[in-house]
């Protein structure tokens, strides 16, 4: 099977609907889902998918003999995939030589994988969250629109508990935790992206649906985060547990693995998930304290 077979195999197994653009059929020029390098026209020797193509995954795709990567978000560090402004970069240069030498393809798969597959005991679902939900084990904990799996009711447990779960599940190095500690918290709402503009929505969705948990992934200072803090000041069991956009995302390429071969019609394709891992290390004050003196 060729590269671009198995990359339409994928668009034709989604639903193809952008949830971003008004429920509209994903636009093949316009989406972000593009071939970001190399030639689909070889055959395919195997597929890796992943959050993020780091130059480590491309080491080792190339140690697996697999050709294609298949991708959440972009290669080269923008959106859009943009390359021509980083002709003089030394870290451009050195991941172009990498993937030249490589010789395979990168293909983003995000606005189709986010546009649901039949993936939900045939139902249809968002790809990434459907594989977050799965990965947290809380399959069963899920309200609202459980197509793009957001909001949970989980058993009541201490919000610092909580934390600890998730970073244990999701095999994380730690996390931030923001607002009350000690909260008992069941209902836990995963916003989109907190950067600033469309927060507001997000505040009046977490005070009018009782949330007692947001876990995010990308966090502005001054908006939510600190309504949660105010919240927990005046005795309100609110608080946040700030994953990152790739932690919270990456487990959905990780099930993507697990659909692969009917979304080909063939186990004939060797597939495997590579972890891009936690890009955060975390330096504790208590680890320090008394040796900088």
Known sequence: MLISEVIQKCKDYSRGLDPFNSMRPVDAVRTRDQVLYGN????CTGIVTCIWATSDIIRKAQRLGYNL????????WNHGDRQGFLAFNKTFQAKKALLDEWDGAVWRNHDY?????PIDNGKMADGIFYGLASKLGWLDYRVEDTSMPLDYQIPPMRAMDLAVYIVRRLGLNGTRIIGNTEAMVS???FPMH???????????YAETHDIDCLVTMELTDFTVQEYIRDSAMFGR????????HFNTEEPGMEYMVN?????????DVP????????PFNYVLNDIYKGKTQ
Do not use: Y
């Open 113 to 117: 994988i986010h546009s649901q597959v």
């Open 40 to 43: 689909v026209t070889q055959e």
């Open 237 to 244: 069991e609110k608080c946040i547990i700030a994953l990152g």
């Open 187 to 189: 209902r836990i709402h």
């Open 271 to 278: 597939a495997t998930f590579v972890p891009m891992k936690d």
């Open 194 to 204: 907190l950067i600033g503009g469309p927060d507001d929505d997000e505040l009046m």
């Open 69 to 76: 990567i298949i991708s959440h978000e972009a290669l080269f």
């Open 259 to 267: 659909w692969l071969p009917e979304a080909l019609g063939t186990n």
